[in-house]
């Protein structure tokens, strides 16, 4: 799987549908075969909710490598996407960060949150993606913006055409989708309205806000495109009446039609999107990694079974995570709290 077209350095924004729990996960799988592995693994972060930062050994890592986690609670989120933004801005290297503005993966209970959001703010009913809760995204963005450390918004839609990988049981049990493709939009900020412009009364943020909607009423339509296809089923009826097909092979006739206009519809949208198309065979390198990761939990095991420096070891780095996860949410937010702290030692009149 790669990801042609993503940008490898720079300050980017990615913005993505999620269709499933797993999005993050093939993404950053296409990220590290399309681009420098090394680099990506270093700036790319990505926004998650923070009960996954909470996962033993799993989350851990993840809080390790500086991923943005959120409690979907404003005026908590809006204090850690601040002072997030501000340590990105100082660090000064070029960062990549991505973010599922709908706030939530596509589930039955999502979408039917995203229909009632829907009924009550007079929006289109979506069946493909979920309606985007804008105001993380976009505060994001400006404070981004005005740190002058975002050149560009990477626009990515996601499509399973096979398996809808769920959640993480798929991957635990080989089930995983033969492709994955990814829809790559990339957008400079001068092109996005309301960028730039003052946004003391809140006029820049809401034009952020309808142009981020207007991609996702796009997301929808496309998505509808590639999982439908247009209609053919005029022209299967005409061909039974004509020739007295039965139901089999009316069956038969549909999935070609459909084949056909599936087809027609890719090839209509080469000229929209700068890469578009994504293949991947991704069954042996899971059964590759799901071997090595047992050889190692296997030799992990006997080494913390037969040494004791190793057992002292382990037990110290799993007592201080734990403690940092109670005393301060997890380790992201320690580094924020000292860089807080810090900025307002900075502050202090000499």
């Known amino acids: 799987m790669y990801a042609a077209g993503v940008p490898e350095t720079g300050w980017n924004l990615f913005i993505m549908n999620h269709r499933t729990r797993l999005d993050w996960y093939y993404i950053w799988l296409a990220f590290l075969k399309s681009t420098n592995a090394f680099r990506m693994a270093q700036m790319f972060k990505i926004v998650l909710k923070s009960s996954l930062s909470k996962i033993p050994g799993y989350g851990w890592s993840m809080q390790m490598s500086r991923f943005l986690f959120l409690e979907r609670n404003w005026e908590r989120d809006k204090e850690h996407l601040d002072t997030y933004s501000s340590m990105v801005i100082d660090h000064g290297a070029p960062h990549s960060i991505l973010i599922f503005p709908e706030g939530t993966d596509y589930e039955p209970n999502s979408l039917l949150s995203s229909h009632s959001f829907a009924r009550k703010n007079n929006l289109p009913a979506y069946d493909y993606v979920l309606h985007p809760r804008i105001t ?93 296809g247009p209609s053919d089923e005029k022209s299967i009826n005409d061909h039974k009446h004509q020739n007295g097909t039965s139901e089999e092979t009316a069956d038969n006739v549909g999935v070609a039609a459909k084949k056909r206009t599936d087809e027609a519809a890719l090839s209509s949208l080469r000229d929209r999107f700068v890469e578009h198309n994504l293949v991947s065979q991704l069954s042996g390198i899971h059964y590759a990694l799901f071997i090595w990761w047992s050889i190692f939990s296997v030799l992990a095991v006997y080494v913390f079974s037969v040494s004791l420096p190793a057992q002292l070891i382990a037990l110290i780095v799993v007592s201080v995570t734990v403690f940092v996860n109670i005393k301060y949410g997890d380790w992201d937010y320690l580094e924020m709290h000292l860089h807080k702290k810090r900025m307002k030692e900075q502050q202090k009149p000499l």
């Not at 049990?173 to 092109?191: A, H, N, S, T």
């Not at 946004?199 to 820049?204: A, Q, T, V, Y």
């Not at 997301?219 to 495109?225: A, C, G, V």
């Open 136 to 228: 993380g995204t976009v505060h994001l963005m400006q404070q981004l913006i005005a740190g002058k450390s975002l050149e560009r918004v990477v626009n990515i839609t996601a499509y399973y055409p096979d398996l809808i990988p769920e959640n993480e049981l798929y991957v635990l049990l080989g089930k995983v989708p033969k492709e994955v493709w990814y829809f790559v939009d990339i957008i400079e900020l001068e092109d996005i309205p309301g960028v730039g412009d003052d946004d003391s009364e809140g006029k820049s943020s809401e034009q952020i806000g309808e142009w981020l909607k207007k991609l996702w009423e796009e997301k929808e339509e496309l998505l509808k495109t590639l999982y439908e």
